[in-house]
Structure formats: C-alpha cells, structure tokens
C-alpha cells in the first residue's frame, strides 16, 4: 500500500479497552477542530467517507470495513488491553450494565433456558463461576477480535490500554494523534483533551463527564488479574487462551503467569 497524506482518521477499539475514553476524545477533538465524526459499521462500506473533506471514524469492535483499512488516505489507530483485565473488566459491567446499546445483555437465549445474558450471570453462585462463563461468552468473541486484526498494517497505529493509563504526560498520546496525520495545533488540543478524559488527569477531579465515564468503568487499572482473578479462573484461562497472551505481546509462555496470581480463592 502507497501512503497519501492522511484524511481518513480511524479509532478502533475493543470491547473493555478503552472505548468510552476513546470515544470521547475523539469525539470532542472532532467538534473542536470542525472535522465530522461517525460511528462504522461493517456493513456501511464507505458510507461516511467524504469525497474530500477529513473525518473521524470510529469502530467499537475495530470491524471496519476492508476498503476502509486498504484506503492509501486512512490511518488506523487501535487499541488493545490485557485480555485478563478485559474479562474482569467485562464480567462486572455485563452483571449490572442497563445501556441500551448493550443490547446482547437483555436479550431471551433459547440456550440460557429464556434466561438473558444478564440474568443468567447474576444467578451463578460466585465470581468464579461468572467468570467463567464470560470467559466462554462475550469474551471469547472480543479476544477473537483482537487476535483476528492485523498488526503489521502500514496504516495502522498500535496502542496499549496499558501504555495509555501510563501516559500522565501525554507525549505518547501526543505521537499517535501526529502518526494519524493531525496538524500541530490539532494535536496540543488532542493531548489537552486525552489528559482532561483520562482517570489520572480531569476525570480524577471530577469533571462533568466523570459520571458517564464511571457508568462504564468500575476499575480502570492495570494488571488487575494479579489480585482479582481467581485462581480457578486463571489456570482455566491459560489452558485455554495462554497461547493468545503470547500472541498479542502480554506473555512471553502461556502458563508461566501463574505464578503471578495472588488470588487464593
């Protein structure tokens, strides 16, 4: 793929990973700057690609369209997070989520008994046992989408949740928004929002969009699993899905984490 000079600015995330934050900074740089901003589905092709102007895209799932990520004009930035953070993560925002854009959370399952997703998870005995089934459940679909992307694109930037929560500074944030193509006085407005929605920075001094924020975040740590994740749980998952922790670049052997692990239960 010939790079052209960037137009086409495309925020993919994954379920957990930071959407929320994303998709607010974004969102806010988009007013701030003038450039449209939408949300892509698969199916919308090049729906929401001007023939000229700039735009924000934004793909929760990071599914966007192949002829969207093989535009020459587009840039990617996408971003991932230690899928065992993810699933704890998951697990307690699906036990108690209302948003209606949850909608898989309240929907009758023939195979859950006509039980919704939700309602089955609240009446499992213990974390453990939910755990697991969200482990088997919407996390197995979101982790697949993460192992599914392609790391090597030309396009593409690389973000880690991680790496983000550790940017009190900004100057990392700061070299993604000029890898996406932005102009330098759109990028100080980037950082300077990145800083104002991240929990370390305004989000910590409690700004007005904190509450929406704390809707969607419960604990927006790093490396939760080391205390959070029961041992059952941990074991189970790297049996399961050790090899794919190699794969995206948390662990360097699918099993040795466990040593890791500080939950007795």
Excluded at 21 to 28: D, E, H, K, L, N
Excluded at 37 to 61: C, E, M, N, Y
Excluded at 211 to 223: C, L, P
Aim: some cysteine; proline content about 5%.
């Amino acid at each position: 793929m010939e790079l052209i000079a960037p137009r086409i600015f495309c925020v993919g995330t994954h379920h957990k990973t930071g959407t929320i934050w994303m998709r607010s900074v974004f969102r806010a740089l988009a007013q701030a700057i003038g450039v449209a901003d939408h949300i892509v589905f698969p199916a919308s092709g090049l729906k929401f690609v001007p023939p000229s102007d700039r735009v924000f895209l934004f793909q929760w799932t990071s599914r966007f369209p192949q002829a969207v990520l093989d535009r020459p004009d587009a840039r990617v930035l996408h971003v991932i997070r230690d899928p065992r953070d993810v699933l704890l993560s998951g697990m307690r925002y699906h036990l108690t989520s209302d948003h209606a854009e949850e909608a898989f959370l309240h929907e009758a399952r023939d195979d859950l008994g006509g039980q919704s997703y939700q309602q089955h998870l609240a009446q499992l005995p213990d974390d453990t046992a939910r755990l697991m089934f969200e482990m088997q459940g919407k996390h197995a679909e979101t982790l697949a989408d993460m192992l599914a992307w392609d790391y090597a694109r030309p396009n593409g930037i690389e973000a880690r949740y991680e790496d983000l929560m550790a940017d009190t500074d900004c100057r990392g944030f700061r070299e993604h928004l000029r890898n996406l193509g932005l102009t330098e006085p759109e990028v100080e407005r980037g950082m300077a929002l990145f800083w104002q929605m991240s929990l370390f920075g305004g989000q910590a001094k409690g700004t007005r969009a904190k509450a929406r924020m704390a809707s969607h975040v419960s604990h927006g740590g790093v490396a939760q699993w080391r205390d959070l994740l029961p041992r059952a749980v941990a074991e189970a998952y790297a049996e399961t899905h050790g090899a794919a922790l190699v794969q995206l670049g948390y662990e360097d052997h699918p099993t040795n984490w466990l040593n890791e692990v500080r939950h007795a239960a």
